[in-house]
Structure formats: structure tokens, C-alpha cells
């Protein structure tokens, strides 16, 4: 049974399981109260406390913001329709009517999800019926909250949008996202402003780069449960790609790649088989490592590894001074009269491979002549040598500064002369190229395809355009960008596409509210 009725401001409570966290435009709201003297729509509220003398709490399940504009606009009540529900009940309801607003927050409609699947034991599948939303939608909404707080906050406060969390969530140990925001942080073109648009190509760029390994590639067996027992097998973990629905643009394997070799997203490798945890990849490598060096010292081998071994062997396998490989003196060897020099097996850390290595000093003890490797940088360096290699960097960080200096005067002078003159096809060329320049290459071969020529052509197509031409240009370069969209990221709206849209007419505002909420 329902009831309507005016309840006093002091008895009713706002609810806990609300998911929304935000509440604008409450000032606007209250003066409109103020004008009409009264709310029009009641709030829906359930009984939660019989109290005495008729001073019932109720708590209210819809109509919070009217009720915060009815205390600023100093209402006594407000009109309530008086509804029995459950809790379970009453949090459905909130995250129904909450689906239907465009301004509710993604996060808030998450934490409601995931309050459905905590509480009422819900499915993914069950929401997804029960809402009217597809799986991955709910999916992609309840990722968002394996984000770190931090990233959270900055997601609620609009610094960043809802696909730089997805990048962040999806590496799901806090630690990992620790790392990857330390990242970020030092990436001067990865700055998490202006909702993370204008970084986010970057952000996912680093964090491919830095958090994506292949498997097959792994000096240990990836299907050995017991190497790690805290973390199991590769194959069956929830953090290799081809188990991540979150990765799945990582995982689907494609041979797109840039001229240097590189794949779109910077990721070193695409396909099922890659690890998003560098971390455990890393504390796999190091038991592997350790298990064979024991097996080694097991065999009577005296063995250098860890850091020590990295130290005396580059990348590439070369050995550092200090060291000589066991190959290159072992005739000299069966010369030599003197003590024999201890053989090391040098683990290189990096690939597992061992090397037979002599140190060089226990070979001239021996009586062996050895000529020493030419020293690294920064690695058996002289004294004498350390000082000029310094003196040379200070020298070119002083040329570099007066060069800044001498551009920075240039730019001045040229600036001066420019904003005498009128402006001319030559600024708007040169203001083309830098746009150009800006759009990726995906969005770049749909750039070129709107003007009919090869993507490689689309730079010095800018020079033919007519001053009218130009500044479309200008504007495609910035439009093109809001095309295209990652399956994982759909919620992402084409904020700049749509404003232009209503600017050119094209469409009405109203409609670009629809067009948002369908983003």
C-alpha cells in the first residue's frame, strides 16, 4: 500500500545504500522551490523506525536532491509517498532509477552493481537481465572499482575520465597501479588533465610498454604450479590476457604495426599469452634463478649470479673487465705454471644463460698473459676518464642551455612581427601540420580517407588547402580524434564531435543529451 503525505524534514534520513555520491545543482533546485512555494514531485520513502507521538524515521529511497533543496530553501516538509520495501528492494530500485540519469557518475552506478552482488548474490548475468544493460556494460562498470582510491578520487573530481581508470583497474594489484601512477606521474605528455583525454593514447602507451610480458618468451616454465606457489600457473591466471576480458585489446592478436616495428599501442607483444603482473613475472624469473644456480652449486660449480653477475656481463653477453671467458685463455691455461685460477659460472640475470669466466687477476698470478676488455662507461673507469666523460656532459648541457636561450629569443622577435602582420596562409599551414601532426595513426587514415588521399600524403596535402580549407582542416584534426572507440571503453563520450554538432546545427541540444547518454 502506498501513501502520500507531507513528512517533516527532521524525520526523514537519507539513505546509505544510495549510489549516488554527487549532487549538483541543489542552490538552482532550492530557489526554484522558493518561486513555486512547494516541491512538485514527492519523494518515495519506507519506514524504518516507528517512532513515538507519530514521529516515525523514514529513510528516503528517491528524492534526495529534492530533499537537500528543500532544507536549503527551509521547507518545514516535503510531500512523500509512503512505500513497504525491503533493503534489497529499495537498493534495485535506487540503482534503477539512478540508470536512467544521465548525470549520475559511473562510479556510483559501479558501487551500486557491486552492492547487488555483495548483498543480494547477483551475477554479472543477473544484472545485466535485471537492468537491461549488456554484460559488458555491468563488466566495464564493476572493473572500475578495482581502481586505487586515488584514482577513484581523481575519476569523481573530473580529472580523469572513466577509460583512464579502466587502464589503471585492470592491473588489479594495488601495488601495480601504485607503480603505473609513478609512471604516469613523470610522463610530461601523459598529464592526467582535461579528463584524461588528451593523455589517454599516452597512459595506455606506458602502461603496454611497461606492463605486458610475454610468456613465451619467460626463462621458466610457465606451467610449473610450484616455483611460486602463492601464485600458480600462468595458463590459468586470471592476469594473463586471454583470461582478462579487460585486456581483451591485448589479447586479440593482430599484425598492425608501424613502420618502426612497433605495435599501435606501444604493447611489446600482442595475443593470449601475455602477463599483465611484471611483478610476479619478475619473483618467477628470481626462483628460477635461484632453483638453478643451487643446482649448479649442487654440482660442485662455483657460481656468480644476481647483481654481481650483471655487473660483470652486459646484455649482450659480452664479459666486463675484471673477467675473462674461460674459452678465450684455455690454451694459455695449459701453459701456465702457476696456481690455476678458480673457474665461475656466471648466471647472467637477465636470460639464465651461464658463463664459464676466469677473473683476470688470478690468471696473471698464473703466469697468463690476458688482454682485459675495453671498460664500459661508468664501469672500471679511471678516475681521469670519469672526469672527462663529465666535463663533457656539463660542456654539452651548458650548449644545450644557451640554444634554449637563443630559441626562446627567436621566438620573441618572431611573435613581435607576427602580431604586426595580418594572418596569413602561411600560420595556418604551419598551425595544420603541428594538428596533423597530433592525431594518431588510426585516426590519420580516417583523416585521410575524408580527403581522398594516402595517409602518407595527408602533410603535404595541407599545402594545396585554400585559407577556408584550412581551418577545417584544423578542425577534422581535432573531430577525427573522437571517432573511434575501444570495445572496453564505450562509455566514453565524443564530447567535441557532439558540441560541434549542436554548434553547426546539426543536431539539437536535446538530441546531443540523448546522443551522450547513449556514448
Known amino acids: 500500500m502506498e501513501i502520500i503525505t507531507s513528512i517533516p524534514l527532521a524525520q526523514l534520513r537519507e539513505s546509505p545504500f544510495n549510489p549516488r555520491r554527487t549532487f549538483t545543482g541543489i542552490d538552482e533546485l532550492a530557489a526554484s522551490i522558493v518561486g513555486e512555494g512547494r516541491i512538485h514531485e514527492p519523494l518515495l520513502v519506507r519506514l524504518i523506525e516507528a517512532g513515538v507521538d507519530g514521529r516515525d524515521a523514514f529513510e528516503i529511497v528517491f528524492g534526495h536532491r529534492r530533499f537537500r533543496a528543500a532544507a536549503v530553501a527551509e521547507l518545514e516538509t516535503a510531500p512523500c509517498m509512503i512505500r513497504t520495501m525491503t533493503d534489497a528492494e529499495a537498493r534495485s530500485a535506487q540503482i534503477a532509477e539512478n540508470l536512467q540519469r544521465a548525470d549520475v557518475h559511473p562510479l556510483e552506478e559501479a558501487e551500486g552493481f557491486q552492492a547487488l552482488i555483495d ?3 547477483l551475477t554479472l548475468n543477473d544484472l545485466a537481465q535485471k537492468f537491461g544493460k549488456s554484460r559488458s556494460y555491468i563488466h566495464s562498470r564493476v572493473t572500475l572499482l578495482k581502481a586505487i582510491p586515488s584514482i577513484r578520487k ?17 592491473l588489479r594489484e594495488p601495488a601495480l597501479q601504485e607503480k603505473a601512477l609513478s609512471y604516469v606521474s613523470r610522463d610530461y605528455h601523459a598529464k592526467l588533465d582535461d579528463g584524461g583525454k588528451r593523455s589517454y593514447r599516452r597512459i595506455k602507451a606506458i602502461l603496454s610498454e611497461k606492463f605486458t610480458l610475454s610468456l613465451s618468451k619467460a626463462i621458466f616454465d610457465i606451467e610449473d604450479e610450484m616455483l611460486v606457489p602463492s601464485a600458480g ?21 593482430t599484425d598492425k604495426k608501424d613502420k618502426y616495428g612497433r605495435y599501435p599501442d606501444r604493447a611489446p607483444v600482442h595475443g593470449p599469452d601475455v602477463c599483465t603482473d611484471p611483478d610476479c613475472f619478475a619473483e618467477k624469473k628470481k626462483a628460477h634463478l635461484k632453483r638453478e644456480a643451487e643446482k649448479l652449486e649442487a654440482a660442485g660449480k662455483t657460481v656468480m649470479q644476481g647483481n654481481k653477475a650483471r655487473q660483470a656481463i652486459d646484455a649482450s653477453g659480452n664479459v666486463k673487465a675484471g673477467f675473462v671467458k674461460l674459452a678465450d685463455v684455455r690454451d694459455a691455461l695449459k701453459k701456465a705454471k702457476g696456481a690455476r685460477p678458480t673457474v665461475v659460472t656466471l648466471q647472467d640475470p637477465r636470460d639464465g644463460k651461464t658463463h664459464q669466466v676466469v677473473k683476470v687477476d688470478e690468471l696473471k698470478a698464473a703466469g ?43 621566438l620573441t622577435r618572431v611573435r613581435a612581427a607576427a602580431a604586426a ?22 585516426d590519420k587514415e580516417t583523416l585521410a580517407e575524408l580527403y581522398g588521399v594516402e595517409r602518407s600524403a595527408l602533410e603535404s596535402h595541407i599545402s594545396t588547402l585554400p585559407l577556408d580549407a584550412l581551418t577545417l582542416f584544423i578542425l577534422d584534426c581535432a573531430l577525427v580524434q573522437n571517432v573511434r572507440v575501444e570495445s572496453y571503453a564505450l562509455d566514453r563520450k565524443p564530447e567535441q564531435l557532439l558540441a560541434a554538432a549542436v554548434h553547426y546545427r546539426v543536431l539539437h541540444a536535446s538530441v546531443q543529451d540523448s546522443a551522450e547518454e547513449r556514448a
Open 421 to 442: 602582420a595580418p594572418r596569413s596562409a602561411f600560420d595556418l599551414q604551419m598551425v595544420a601540420q603541428v594538428a596533423c601532426a597530433g592525431v594518431g595513426w588510426k
Open 154 to 170: 581523481a575519476c569523481l573530481d573530473g580529472e580523469v575520465g572513466t577509460e583512464v581508470v579502466v587502464l589503471f583497474a585492470r
Open 119 to 121: 548483498s543480494d548474490n
Open 368 to 410: 697468463v698473459k690476458v688482454t682485459e676488455p675495453k671498460p664500459a662507461r661508468g664501469y672500471g673507469e679511471s678516475e681521469e676518464d670519469r672526469k672527462k666523460r663529465e666535463a663533457a656532459h656539463a660542456k654539452a648541457v651548458e650548449k644545450a642551455r644557451a640554444e634554449i636561450e637563443g630559441r626562446i629569443d627567436l
Open 233 to 253: 600457473h600462468c595458463v590459468r591466471c586470471p592476469k594473463r590476457t586471454g583470461n582478462a576480458p579487460e585486456f581483451e585489446d591485448i589479447a586479440a592478436p
